[in-house]
């Protein structure tokens, strides 16, 4: 669809081709000295998992040596993942998260 102005220039619309943001995973992996139980409650109060998806999370981690708690943009997964190590570091837990694109 073209629209013309006055001075006889003729503009054409184009729709714009808009991609989703890249999402990126949120891992947490497994240390032998965070407990279980700290694992959980981190995987609740940051992901907002119930505690039984919470506890089959922290399985996962334990068994497979990371747990995928969520897929959020860059921005989100980033800040997800310093709240938790912050959090962690806090505790005198050496939990580490991590993100990878997904």
């Known amino acids: 669809m073209a629209t013309k ?11 714009q081709k808009i991609k989703p943001p890249p999402m990126y995973q949120v891992y947490l992996l497994n240390d032998d000295y965070t407990p279980m139980e700290f694992v959980v409650a981190i995987i609740q109060e940051y992901f907002n998992k119930d ?12 068994r497979d040596g ?4 969520g897929v959020y943009p860059k921005d ?3 800040t997800k ?18 993100m990878e694109e997904a």
């Open 5 to 15: 102005h006055e001075n006889g220039t003729v503009l054409v619309r184009q729709a």
């Open 76 to 78: 989100i997964a980033s």
């Open 81 to 98: 993942v310093e709240y938790v190590l912050t959090h962690a570091r806090k505790a005198g837990h050496p939990l580490q998260c991590v």
């Open 51 to 62: 505690r039984e998806n919470a506890t089959q999370i922290m399985l996962m981690v334990h």
């Open 66 to 69: 990371k747990g995928m708690c």
